[in-house]
């Protein structure tokens, strides 16, 4: 168990609609990044935030947003959703500012038919 | 920015058999070097990392990698696999300074047969 939590570990929807992915990174780390899983594109990096404020951009699309929240907790908003955007969706915690070991939540499963 | 390569996208491998997984990068600064694992239906967890001194890293499980400089490859190696050591491996790549975001390669999937 690396500490860090995501929910829902499962969510069928369908295109068009709009979801929220859930991440409580491990306590008293200040970093959560996400990555986005699929197996034609691998582990895409799309975003990172350390102490509530956005630090780096990936792949990030401009249909997907993200926020951290004062509890640290992070959010991934992904809407108009595309049958492309079925993936595995994970969440990761760092201590620090600067990424050193990565430690990742199980996922968080998309599927979007 | 800096990239990985995975040379090999699947090694199957017998059980007892040495394994060998390649990692080439590319960076233009000097980097951090870590390899991944994933089991099934789990999270990726750090096997090891290079970040500075003796070029020959030992992780967790008996997995042990080079860092070279010259050749810019990070190859993970096990003298004897394992039935349990099927999973997905990656590797990754961070610079040292100006960049938060690690990139991961495409990632190994190793079969270890009986």
């Known amino acids: 168990d690396s500490g860090v939590t995501q929910t829902p570990k499962h969510l069928i929807t369908a295109t068009g609609q709009r979801v929220t992915l859930r991440c409580s990174p491990r306590?008293?780390?200040?970093?959560v990044y996400w990555y986005q899983q699929s197996l034609d594109q691998g582990l895409q990096f799309l975003i990172q935030?350390?102490?509530?404020?956005?630090?780096a951009k990936g792949n990030i699309l401009e249909r997907f947003s993200a926020q951290q929240f004062p509890d640290l907790h992070s959010e991934l908003n992904l809407s108009s959703l595309e049958l492309g955007d079925s993936a595995l969706y994970f969440c990761?915690?760092?201590?620090?500012?600067?990424?050193?070991?990565?430690?990742f939540g199980e996922g968080s499963r998309l599927t979007v038919l | 920015a800096q990239s990985v390569t995975q040379l090999d996208s699947q090694v199957p491998v017998f059980e007892e058999a040495p394994v060998e997984l390649r990692c080439n990068y590319s960076s233009s600064v000097s980097v951090y070097l870590f390899w991944y694992v994933q089991y099934p239906n789990q999270g990726l967890q750090l096997l090891l990392k290079?970040?500075?001194?003796?070029?020959l890293v030992k992780g967790i499980n008996g997995f042990e990698a080079e860092f070279n400089k010259s050749q810019t490859s990070f190859h993970l190696r096990k003298p004897s696999v394992h039935i349990s050591d099927t999973a997905e491996y990656f590797c990754a790549v961070r610079a040292l300074y100006n960049n938060n975001d690690m990139r991961f390669g495409a990632g190994t999937r190793l079969t270890v047969k009986p």
């Open positions: 935030y350390y102490n509530g404020e956005e630090r």
């Open positions: 990761a915690s760092t201590p620090g500012r600067v990424a050193g070991e990565l430690f």
């Open positions: 290079y970040l500075s001194g003796s070029t």
């Open positions: 306590s008293g780390d200040l970093s």
